[in-house]
């Protein structure tokens, strides 16, 4: 199964380690699901990460942040965007999370951003929430 991590899911990770975000992280790193993202979510992520302001905020310490970062860049599938997509006006970046799952033809986007779960699919992409899909996951695993 694919899926796309929006940003915040992936922060909402580091920032609380026993959430349903972490329990996705916990997943992708159990080899259940394919973590698929895209270059530019890719520096989002750790732009994010590694900001300042959320930095006061993150359960873990800056190896740990680090080696999360290099875990991401190496194991999960980048796949650079193969169509501009301009469908959420009111947040254009979110547009950057459905061009990552239409080029990587993901299964799942798991936000918690209301401009991508207003839209529920995309291109046959299911949109749902951390909880949404931990739920999906436990009817899937084996």
Same mark, same amino acid.
């Given at each position: ?56 905020? /993150?359960?873990?310490? !800056? ?6 970062? *290099? ?7 980048? %796949?650079? =965007? ?36 207003? /839209?529920?699919?995309? !291109? ?6 951390? *909880? ?7 009817? %899937?695993? =084996?």
């Amino acid at each position: 199964m694919k899926i796309v991590l929006d940003t915040n899911v992936a922060v909402s990770a580091v920032l609380n380690p026993k959430g349903p975000p972490a329990e996705i992280v916990k997943a992708w790193r159990a080899h259940s699901l394919t973590w698929v993202t895209s270059p530019p979510l890719l520096d989002e992520l750790e732009r994010t990460l590694l900001s300042p302001r959320v930095g006061r905020y /993150l359960a873990w310490g !800056e190896d740990e942040i680090a080696e999360f970062l *290099a875990a991401v860049h190496q194991a999960a599938e980048v %796949t650079p =965007p193969t169509d501009r997509i301009d469908v959420i006006r009111d947040d254009p970046a979110d547009n950057r999370v459905l061009e990552a799952a239409v080029s990587a033809q993901a299964d799942y986007i798991v936000s918690g951003d209301h401009h991508l779960l207003e /839209l529920k699919t995309y !291109e046959g992409v299911q949109i749902v929430t951390p *909880a949404r899909f931990v739920a999906i996951l436990a009817t %899937t695993s =084996p």
